[in-house]
């Protein structure tokens, strides 16, 4: 069974970072299939960062130079940096992969960014 964990969510004041861990078991699969996506309050479910599918990652406007994806293979972990936060990062964090055509997601991790 695919199971992806998240953790390293909190409050923190903006301008403040954090690191969120994403933990893959359940498959061989490369973690570089491994994105992460957020959802606010009363908003969509959106695309942070992507990749790197053969190339370098690609991140949402409102957070490229800001989020920073990276992977540790050896832990079957992805990471995403996120720096000068604001409080419209507040959010429920997702990480999710798609495993012989099937998207899983991790149960999130909230993000609470106060002003």
């Known amino acids: 069974q695919v199971q992806l964990v998240e953790s390293g969510g909190g409050l923190v004041q903006t301008g403040g970072s954090l690191r969120l861990s994403c933990v893959v078991s359940?498959?061989?699969?490369?973690?570089?299939?491994v994105d992460w996506y957020r959802q606010g309050p009363g908003k969509q479910r959106e695309l942070l960062a992507a990749?790197?599918?053969?190339?370098?990652?690609t991140y949402a406007a409102s957070v490229n130079g800001r989020f920073t994806i990276s992977r540790d293979a050896a832990k079957s972990t992805v990471y995403l940096q996120m720096n000068s936060l604001k409080p419209e990062d507040t959010a429920v964090y997702y990480c999710?992969?798609?495993?012989?055509?099937?998207?899983?997601w991790g149960q999130g991790t909230q993000v609470t960014v106060s002003s």
């Open positions: 999710t992969t798609v495993v012989q055509y099937r998207r899983y």
């Open positions: 359940g498959t061989d699969s490369s973690i570089n299939g």
């Open positions: 990749g790197p599918s053969g190339g370098s990652p």
